[in-house]
């Protein structure tokens, strides 16, 4: 598995893209992209539930679903990661509909839960890009201008990791990293 750390300097906060499983990093939060129930799916969302252990279904269950947008933070149960920030993406439709504005308040609404709960490490999967059908290109431009505000916003922040699951995923990122050559934090 290849990583690209976008800013080489150690010490300053990074952000990085990885292809990775997501359920096995030991981030402070990982985040999964679920759907309004928040009662578990298929994609990232099974694999977070499989890994996590029934506990985290039962947490779930307490919290009465999400708004498309919003986010909601449970613990992490069997994973390594301590926290789980369950946000849920827009469905693509057309691009008329909204979808970009949610998209982006899903990556503002974890970053917030992340600052509330003084998290330093936090990794996203990408949002929509799967069952929601969220154009990959146009998503990790969201995802990486999200990441960059808030990198620079809040200064806890150490480390926010974007993994990818498949080949386009990294494509859309690496691709968008180097046409934005510089626009490091
Ligand atoms: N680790 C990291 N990324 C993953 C993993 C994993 N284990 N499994 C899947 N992914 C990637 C997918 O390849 C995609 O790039 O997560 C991204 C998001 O895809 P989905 O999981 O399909 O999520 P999304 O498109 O937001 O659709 C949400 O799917 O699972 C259901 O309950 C969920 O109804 C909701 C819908």
């Given at each position: ?12 906060p ?8 997501i ?27 499989r ?7 039962a ?14 933070i ?7 990661a ?29 970053f917030?839960l ?14 929509s ?5 969220y ?5 990790a ?45």
């Amino acid at each position: 598995m290849s990583l690209v750390s976008v800013n080489a300097h150690s010490h300053a906060p990074r952000l990085e893209f990885s292809r990775n499983d997501i359920t096995i990093l030991a981030h402070d939060a990982i985040v999964n992209a679920a759907n309004n129930s928040l009662l578990g799916g298929g994609g990232v969302d099974g694999a977070i539930h499989r890994a996590a252990g029934p506990e985290l279904l039962a947490e779930c269950q307490t919290l009465g679903g999400c708004p498309t947008g919003e986010a909601r933070i449970t613990r992490g149960y069997s994973l390594p990661a301590r926290f789980i920030i369950h946000t849920v993406g827009p469905i693509w439709r057309d691009g008329r509909h909204g979808e970009a504005n949610l998209l982006a308040s899903c990556y503002r609404n974890c970053f917030r839960l992340a600052r509330e709960h003084n998290l330093q490490t936090i990794a996203f999967p990408a949002i929509s890009t799967g069952i929601y059908a969220y154009p990959k290109q146009e998503a990790a431009a969201i995802a990486l201008e999200q990441c960059e505000l808030a990198l620079r916003e809040n200064r806890a922040l150490r480390l926010v990791t974007l993994t990818c699951f498949n080949e386009d995923t990294w494509q859309a990122y690496a691709s968008l990293t180097k046409s934005r050559a510089g626009v490091l934090i």
